[in-house]
């Protein structure tokens, strides 16, 4: 029973810190979309274009779980805000 237990709480573990690697890369990727949009470096015409068709797509692909599915809308409406971020030089309220 102890082992059970250990190996829970060392998934649980490596879950979070997968989780917090993927908020920190998330979050490098917006910086580095916001940068490239306000040098001009990055089309935000075409990342809003790429953006939206993929949650439109997304859904329909069989392919992703539900939690998968939840996680890429998720980090594609925060892509949205960068953008909207680098163009309006607002944050979102």
Do not use: C, H, W, Y
């Amino acid at each position: 029973m102890k082992n059970s237990k250990q190996n829970v709480e060392q998934n649980s573990a490596s879950i979070e810190t997968i989780a917090g690697q993927l908020v920190a890369m998330q979050m490098l990727l917006e910086t580095v979309i916001i940068d490239g949009i306000r040098s001009g470096a990055l089309s935000s015409d075409l990342l809003i274009s790429a953006t939206e068709q993929a949650l439109e797509t997304f859904p329909n692909n069989k392919n992703f779980s539900q939690n998968e599915l939840i996680g890429a809308i998720g980090t594609l409406n925060s892509a949205l805000e960068a953008i909207t971020v680098a163009t309006t030089r607002k944050v979102p309220e």
